[in-house]
């Protein structure tokens, strides 16, 4: 691999707009921005375009087939948040020989209560057999079994069904708090799963450390918010999901983008025009509203599509959702520079990923060049120009 350079392009670093840079990349990583370019190397014109750190989604449900959807929108690294060690080990192994495909990180399986959640979403799907924990002395087996797995992270269920449109066993409190313990004993992360603000208060309870889903049921109370600036937690809300459930049809204009048509199999096109609707009471304004007040009060939002790798997921599709969600951080009050942090140096600095979500010298060459300026109009992410993983230019 030979070095390059990326040239008249306006650079967004992670952080904040530099204005026009020079950025050069050797191998797999950056070397220089705004450095003299060297005589002789690779001049790759950015004129007129943006150049932005790879986009990470902080939560996905991967396989080999959706990392290659998700690059080809400018995602270089996803988040899984469930999957099945069967699977996910030949996705890690993977992305870590190709850059044809997005990065990957999991929690592998989620924990849930024996009849739990997401069995009920599964129908139809021939998967293992779930692991399940009913007693707050097993709890610590089940983190140990994740860690042996390769799990980064460690997620937790809370969920009733009640806003998925189908009644469930939920896990007991005494049980997560068990589960956030034995993870931290082990230097891992606790991400829960929780639509409810029920299940969100015993989350924060128990000491978990982040979210991967905004409750739907009700407002953001100044209580609530006070819980979650003091126990330090992090905010992937899942707009895409929250506008699915509650019968938005946000999909269905994402798949109508000229961006986007045809970008697809015309079966994910498809499913990100359809939609859960097994909450259309739900008031979506109060889940913007959430979004705004968590992040005024300085919680970490991070952008995550939870887009999936089997049709059980209405309305989301792998790589193009993370754009719609970046849409909906700005409705929601973020500004276009703070949507762009929350997938590129926010999720890098909370999950750890200290080699990426910048552009900086010695960071991974993750790229995305796209026409126009999202800082400043979000949906120019989609305008996509090159894309490049490690150093080298995805095909397109």
Known sequence: MTGYVIEGARVFDGEQSLGVRTVEVEGARIVAVGAVVP??????????????????????????EMLGYALQFGITTELDLFSFPQTMDAVRRAAAERTDIADVRSSSVGMTAPGGHPTQLRGGVDDPELPTVSRPEDAAGFVDDRIAEGADYIKVMIESGETLGKQVPVIDADIVKAAVVAAHDRDRMVLAHALTIEATRQALAAGAD????????????????????AAGAFMIPTLNLLASITNQRLGAVLARDSRVAGRLPQAWTDNLGAQFDTL??????????????LHAAGVPILAGSDANHHFGARGMAHGVSLH?????????????????????????????????????????????????????????????????????????
Do not use: M, Y
């Not at 690779?42 to 991967?62: C, K, M, N, S, Y």
């Not at 700005?330 to 979500?357: K, N, Q, W």
């Open 39 to 64: 005589a002789g190397v690779e001049r790759i014109d950015g004129g007129g375009a943006t150049l932005l750190p790879g986009l990470i989604d902080a939560h996905t449900h991967a396989d080999v």
């Open 210 to 229: 982040g979210f991967t889903h905004l409750f739907i049921d009700g407002p953001c109370t100044p209580d609530l918010i006070e819980a979650f600036t």
């Open 280 to 293: 259309p009471a739900g008031n979506f304004d109060a889940a913007l509203a959430a979004v705004k007040a």
């Open 324 to 396: 719609g969600e970046l849409q909906l951080l700005v409705r929601a009050g973020l500004t276009p520079i703070e949507a762009l942090r929350a997938a590129t140096s926010v999720p890098a600095a909370t999950f750890g990923l200290d080699d990426r979500g910048r552009i900086t010298p010695g960071a991974r060459a993750d790229l995305l060049l796209v026409d126009g300026d999202p800082t400043s109009t979000i949906a120019d992410t989609l305008s996509i120009r090159e894309v490049w993983r490690s150093g080298s230019r995805t095909a397109r």
